[in-house]
Nanobody, 115 residues
Framework: QVQLVESGGGLVQPGGSLTLSCTASGFTFSQSGMLWYRRLPGKEREMVAS????????YFGDSVKGRFTISRDNAKRTVYLQMNNLNREDTGVYYCYAPRGGGYWGQGIQVTVSS
């Protein structure tokens, strides 16, 4: 059974940083690309970043480029999203996604950027 468990969200002030983690089980993590999505208030879920099995990152959306970094640790079966210089427009629910079979989603984790 595939499970993706996100952690590391919470409340942060504008300009602050958070690192999200997503720990996977139930599939061969090292052989799977991984992705982070987010759903901002009132908007559709959008892709934020992806990482290949060779740890090659890709970022989607000019708003996150240069501020977000995706990485992975295969020994820990975990993919990370380091988010720096956060602003209020980054507030939303963040999801990790494993494109295995029909695709698997984590439960989502809230990130709130507010003073």
């Amino acid at each position: 059974q595939v499970q993706l468990v996100e952690s590391g969200g919470g409340l942060v002030q504008p300009g602050g940083s958070l690192t999200l983690s997503c720990t996977a089980s139930g599939f061969t993590f090292s052989q799977s690309g991984m992705l982070w999505y987010r759903r901002l208030p009132g908007k559709e879920r959008e892709m934020v970043a992806s990482i290949t099995i060779r740890s090659e990152p890709q970022y989607f959306g000019d708003s996150v480029k240069g501020r977000f970094t995706i990485s992975r640790d295969n020994a820990k079966r975990t993919v990370y999203l380091q988010m720096n210089n956060l602003n209020r427009e980054d507030t939303g629910v963040y999801y990790c996604y494993a494109p295995r079979g029909g695709g698997y989603w984590g439960q989502g984790i809230q990130v709130t950027v507010s003073s």
